[in-house]
């Protein structure tokens, strides 16, 4: 399938079946940890980039072939809210199934009334919301112009008024950046007037193309739980498990996922341990094979974590 993939497991949204509406990589942003490389030319103009029926019909086939699924999660190789057709692609997906629809977006174009209003129908929305200040969201999240620090924190205030469903406002939390007390403290101040239900902590373990990006510390995450909990529950979640259960073709699910981010190799070794149990050598057969294909390439990160990504990821 072109825009559907997964299910993939994740903390938050249990097995969430992802639905990419945009090209590679269209963004109002580019910011410093992103994992799907540079943002070239920024994409600010709200277009339907794929026909909506077809994604609505890779939808439907993946709820009817699909047993475990706990949330349809709309998401984009970029910023899931330029796809002009979410608003309806929401209201038909609510026709055809009850599976709770979340929206994860940087949350830039909140601005607009028209989007607000398409993310009503939603039972969640995972907007970002890295720093407390102008400056330091210049610095991470790097906006084209005109999309300021003002009118990112009015879009996700004017959008809690009206919103009934969960507002899970997602903190990256980068070592050196925002993790100080003080740009924490900036952050709890801006999300006072947001009021989300909760703040979901969420680290840069995936590579990124940018050196200075670092984890933090377990101090600066603890620091941050601290700090940020005095606006709302704040979660710290653990990376989910890949699920290999229901996949026709290994390859093409690998192939799906690493299009969209790197992949850690435990995960894909883990997974395929649940799917062949007590057969290691067929795992490491699959696993050797899929290498083979030429499609992916790993990347060893510093801390020694290996990652699968695409091949073309990884040429110049
Ligand atoms: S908003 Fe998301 S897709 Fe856009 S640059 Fe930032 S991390 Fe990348």
């Known amino acids: 399938m072109k825009h559907v993939f997964g299910p993939v497991s994740s903390k938050r949204l249990g097995q969430s079946l992802g639905v990419d509406v945009l090209p590679s990589k269209s963004c109002t942003w580019n910011c410093i940890y992103c994992q799907l490389g540079k943002t070239g030319d920024y994409v600010t103009e709200r277009r339907e980039y794929y026909p909506r029926e077809e994604i609505l019909q890779e939808i439907r086939q993946a709820i ?68 407390g200040s102008a400056e330091l969201f210049e610095r991470i999240d790097r906006p084209a112009s005109g999309f300021t620090y003002e009118r990112h924190v009015h879009g996700l205030t004017e959008f809690r008024k ?44 995936r590579p990124s193309t940018e050196s200075e990006v670092r984890l933090p510390s377990e ?19 653990s990376k989910g498990s890949m699920n290999l259960r229901n996949t026709e073709d290994i390859i093409e699910t690998v192939t799906a996922i690493t299009r969209r981010h790197p992949l850690q190799e435990r995960e894909l070794r883990h997974a395929l341990d649940e799917l062949i149990p007590d057969d290691h050598d067929q795992v490491e057969r699959i696993m ?6 030429g499609k992916f390439k790993t990347v060893t990160l510093q801390d020694g974590e290996v990652y699968w990504v695409q091949d073309s990821d990884t040429k110049g």
Do not use: C
């Open 64 to 131: 009817e072939s699909s047993t475990a699924i706990d949330w349809i999660t709309f998401v984009g190789s970029g910023e899931t809210t330029l796809y002009k057709g979410l608003g309806w692609l929401i209201r038909e997906t609510k026709k055809v199934t009850d599976i709770p629809v979340a929206v994860i977006t940087n949350g830039s174009l909140l601005s607009i009334e028209e989007v607000r209003r398409e993310l009503l129908e939603t039972d969640a929305v995972l907007p970002s919301l890295n720093a």
């Open 162 to 205: 009206v919103y009934r469903g969960k507002l899970w406002i997602e903190v990256m939390l980068i070592a050196g950046m925002n993790d100080s007390a003080e740009a924490l403290q900036d952050i709890a101040t801006a999300l006072e007037k947001i009021r989300p239900d909760t703040v979901h902590l969420v680290m840069p373990t």
């Open 219 to 237: 101090n600066a995450i603890s620091r941050a739980r601290l700090i940020l909990s005095r606006v709302a529950k704040v979660v710290h979640p």
């Open 288 to 293: 050797v094979g899929l290498l083979g294909s």
